[in-house]
């Protein structure tokens, strides 16, 4: 490759990745806005607790379940269709959600947007796995997965200044537009890069997607994701509420505490697909420089997390819980970074798609365990041991169980 070609293949991989990063904050700042919103949805629409339970929770089912068949879709239509009509979908879901006059109207809304946000990740392991070389492919999913702690560091401020101005209701309208403004410019400025070995390939039929479910490291990737996942959507759905219920810190003052630990989530994924390129340059294989990081990250989070139980004092909590996301961002980065370095090369998007569902299942968990564990005790210390030990699970999976790449079988 000449000098001229090595410039614009960089330009190509640098504008893929903002492209990536763009779809994810949007992707990430759509599905909080509920979040955000909560009371004056719920005042509005005269909601009660239970409701408002239902209707947050109707996202994360959507986006589990959708995530085998959108996976797979991604390696048969190809990143660009597939996430162009995914963001228009999701784009049109929260600008409905605007127009909702009920909790059943709303619940669809939210549906909608998380069949439409399923396929960011397994496109974003798929585009990685295409447009950057082995040694390279860390880093790049650590920016794509950055979007994950990025998107919610910034959702609370944006939004309230949107509900603030115009109301709820034009706020997710005005978010609803926003998406698809950054669809148009997925559309037309990315570009697929089918690699040799795809080309080859060609597309897995039904036969060698039975295979991927036929190997073992795919279903210890999925069950290792799972305390991932669940530690990931504990600090995600009940950190609020430990500042508030644990730590007695007040309603306003929550609000800034809580946005730091995510903003170490973003250094964190960074640091993680850093420290994955850096590995495989040392000589290790391409899983093993995956999985050590997956599983000192994972540790590293249980460990901080346990730290939080007796903190001493707020600002020695809010440390121990901005370590523990770090660390678990750091494993996230590796974990997605695994699955396009141990997926064929034509089944990326299936093996994403798989492995998020493990995740997913223990994140849907995450809230619920949390949920009853705090309303039994009164308080975070059995929820937040708990954590520590599902996330402690997750890494021994992926520490003993995850050792060579997926293989594809015809099944006998």
């Given at each position: ?13 640098g ?14 700042t759509?599905r ?169 390939a ?6 060698g ?21 669940y ?7 009940w ?42 340059r ?65 089944a ?32 975070f ?32």
């Open positions: 490759m000449g000098a001229g070609e090595a410039r614009g293949l960089r330009r190509r991989q504008l893929t990745l903002g492209l990536l990063l763009l779809a994810g904050v949007t992707n990430y759509d909080v806005a509920l979040s955000v919103a909560n009371p004056l949805i719920r005042a509005d629409l005269h909601l009660d607790a239970a409701q408002m339970g239902l209707l947050l929770s109707a996202f994360i089912w959507a986006y589990a379940l959708a995530q085998l068949p959108t996976g797979a879709l991604v390696d048969r239509l190809g990143p660009r269709r597939l996430l162009t009509v995914a963001m228009l979908l999701w784009s049109a879901a929260q600008a409905a959600a605007g127009l909702a006059g009920n909790a059943a109207q709303f619940a669809v809304a939210r549906i909608a947007l998380g069949v439409g946000e399923a396929p960011q990740f397994p496109v974003g392991a798929t585009v990685v796995r295409s447009w950057f070389a082995p040694r390279q492919r860390g880093l790049a999913t650590g920016v794509f997965n950055s979007a994950s702690t990025l998107g919610p560091a910034l959702a609370p401020p944006l939004v309230t200044a949107l509900m603030l101005a115009f109301g709820w209701r034009v706020a997710f309208a005005l978010m609803g537009a926003a998406g698809l403004v950054v669809a148009g410019l997925w559309a037309g400025l990315y570009r697929e890069r089918r690699t040799p070995a795809a080309r080859v060609g597309p897995l039929g039904v036969t997607r039975r295979g991927l479910f036929a190997s073992p490291t795919l279903w210890a990737m999925m069950l290792g994701n799972a305390g991932s996942g530690m990931n959507w504990f600090y995600a759905a950190l609020p509420g430990f500042l508030e219920i644990q730590r007695h810190v007040s309603v306003p003052k929550t609000g800034w505490l809580a946005a730091i630990p995510f903003a170490f989530g973003v250094l964190g994924s960074l640091t993680g697909g850093w420290l994955c390129d850096r590995l495989a040392a000589g290790l294989s391409p899983v093993l420089s995956r999985k050590l990081p997956i599983v000192a990250g994972m540790l590293a989070g249980a460990a901080f997390t346990g730290l939080a139980i007796g903190a001493a004092s707020d600002v020695w909590a809010v440390s121990a819980v901005s370590a523990a996301i770090f660390a678990s961002n750091l494993a996230g980065a590796a974990i997605w970074a695994l699955a396009s370095t141990a997926a064929p090369a034509d990326v998007g299936a093996v994403g798609g798989a492995q998020n569902f493990g995740g997913l299942v223990g994140g849907a968990i995450a809230p619920i365990v949390t949920g009853y564990l705090v309303q039994a005790s009164g308080g210390v059995a929820a937040l041991a708990t954590t520590a030990a599902v996330a402690s699970g997750g890494a021994l999976v992926y520490l003993f169980a995850v050792r060579r790449p997926i293989g594809v079988s015809p099944p006998r």
